[in-house]
């Protein structure tokens, strides 16, 4: 088993796209900008309020489970808990409850990102996500880093969502990630495959982030490993094996939809053999190299995937998929900014939470992966991710458990905020807002294992959204936030204002990184 390690610096390029939201010097994983400082008041002053029963009255509740609507609600919170839920007529509130009247307003539960790569300052990040509406994350490649955040948000130390945190990702030899983009725990046979699963439950993971480039020996012995270690699996179907049978193992999500779209094709034996021979060049440095170099190779077999495409052997498949279980988390997100690089936007509003000198490197580091690709190749392409939504639609027909991911830490998705486009995206696939909404929270608590958050309940944890327009008629308006519950903390509009004023100020007072400073995570790069 080996761990890949840092390499040199090669230029800021190579950071913001596959390196998450960026490598960062010390005063900025440490919050000693200015915008820290705000952040810890705001810990100070949540804290004494949390003692505080509140009220969030006359609102419309849409809980999350697909129900319809439920207008002039009162939702009482104590002690980070949902305690009432009723008609506004029917709540006798306790004296000292504080209240808030959100007449003309709706209520959701907070939202949940299933597949991030968070990197970046501490002064930034958790906070970004919390103030977007994103009050729990999933991180798929966890690092020492992941852990000292949630600890410091269950602490009220830091503003920031609940932290599913993951192991570092473990690929088989050479993997698709290089030294550049930090530590990948790289496995050739069974043994090695059990002493990294046993590693990382020694050092907290919440699960097994497996990868494309394991071995059916490596795979099936993190598989076993994992269920003694009590651990679940997830992450990538390897190449090397069906997804059937890598659902059938208790593969909890299968993230992206590169898999899904080979194995719904009539010609999936002859890709699979070609998959085989695909190769990465052990010996080069670069993750962006390595990367473009795969989907240079893979993507003919995807079209071909594409043009063999079979619906009978696909409902079968998905049924087999819903009958286990096992959710898929498509990353729409990421598979848009990569297929369709000609799409992405020149500026959002929301660019501005992140450090400057890392935005204006994501247009190289884009060209850099997508880079030659022949107006053939490009037509393709998009009809590639035109199939992809289609799969997306008839995955949700048949039963299967979706989960809203982006694969935020890849460029162009600023943490919290791409999961709003991840929504309507979803929706552009063909599902119905409401089934949206579940996909963001109820089932995406569920395939998180998280039964306390998800749903507006009573008992449930206090994680909730306030919008000023009905998302169940326009998905985009979850981006009309009017104030947000965060563990039972009540943040309304003028402090968020406050909060996202100071998370600008600290971006923009992030240095860029020093020459061979380390990176400290990254995105998948696109690849499932």
């Not at 029963?53 to 002690?79: C, F, N, Q, Y």
């Not at 009017?482 to 992030?510: F, S, Y």
């Amino acid at each position: 088993m080996s761990e890949a390690t840092e390499g040199p610096r090669r230029g800021t390029a190579r950071r913001g796209f596959l390196g998450g939201a960026a490598a960062i010097t010390g005063a900025a994983l440490t919050g000693t900008v200015t915008a820290g400082t705000a952040d810890a008041a705001a810990a100070r002053t949540a804290r004494s309020v949390d003692t505080e029963p509140l009220a969030l009255t006359h609102v419309t509740v849409i809980d999350g489970s697909g129900a319809p609507a439920a207008p002039d609600m009162t939702v009482v919170v104590e002690g980070g808990r949902i305690t009432q839920l009723a008609p506004s007529a029917r709540i006798r509130l306790h004296p000292g409850t504080r209240t808030v009247d959100l007449t003309g307003k709706y209520l959701i539960p907070g939202l949940i990102e299933a597949h991030t790569h968070s990197d970046g300052p501490e002064t930034v990040v958790p906070a970004l996500y919390a103030l977007a509406g994103v009050t729990t994350v999933r991180e798929m490649r966890g690092q020492p880093v992941h852990h000292e955040w949630r600890e410091k948000i269950r602490r009220g130390a830091l503003l920031g969502p609940r932290w599913v945190i993951g192991s570092p990702i473990v690929d088989g030899s050479p993997s698709l990630w290089a030294a550049d983009v930090g530590p990948t725990i790289e496995v050739s046979d069974a043994a090695e495959a059990r002493r990294a699963v046993r590693r990382v439950r020694r050092e907290g993971a919440d699960f097994v982030k497996v990868y494309s480039r394991l071995s059916r020996e490596a795979y099936f012995a993190i598989v076993d490993e994992a269920r003694r270690q009590g651990i679940p699996h997830l992450g990538h179907c390897p190449d090397t094996l069906p997804i059937a049978e890598a659902s059938a193992t208790g593969h909890r999500s299968i993230e992206h939809l590169h898999a899904l779209l080979l194995a719904t094709s009539r010609h999936e034996k002859e890709i699979r053999r070609r998959l085989a021979a695909v190769r990465i060049d052990p010996r080069d440095p670069s993750s962006l190299s390595r990367y473009h170099s795969w989907f240079q190779q893979v993507h003919p077999l995807e079209w071909r995937a594409v043009r063999g495409y079979d619906p009978d052997r696909a409902k079968a498949l998905f049924r087999r998929l819903a009958a286990d279980g096992t959710a898929v988390v498509p990353t729409l997100s990421v598979h848009r900014t990569l297929e369709l690089p000609e799409d992405v936007p020149s500026g959002s509003e929301e660019w501005k939470y992140l450090p400057a000198w890392q935005v204006a490197g994501w247009p190289d580091q884009l060209a850099a992966l997508t880079g030659g690709r022949t107006p053939e190749q490009e037509r393709q392409i998009r009809r590639i991710f035109a199939h992809r939504l289609r799969l997306v639609a008839e995955l949700h027909h048949a039963g299967v458990r979706l989960a809203a991911g982006t694969d935020t830490g890849t460029g162009y998705l600023v943490p919290g905020f791409a999961l709003h486009d991840e929504l309507a995206l979803l929706v552009a696939a063909g599902l119905t807002p409401a089934q949206v909404l579940r996909a963001a929270t109820q089932d995406a608590a569920r395939t998180l294992s998280l039964p306390s958050v998800g749903t507006v309940a009573r008992g449930q944890a206090a994680d909730l959204l306030v919008l000023d327009a009905d998302p169940l008629r326009d998905i985009r308006n979850t981006r009309s936030i009017h104030g947000v519950v965060v563990d039972g903390r009540w943040i309304p509009p003028e402090e968020r204002r406050r909060l996202l004023a100071a998370v600008e100020q600290a971006a923009a007072q992030t240095p860029p990184p020093e020459e061979g400073a380390a990176m400290t995570g990254c995105g998948c790069g696109g690849h499932l």
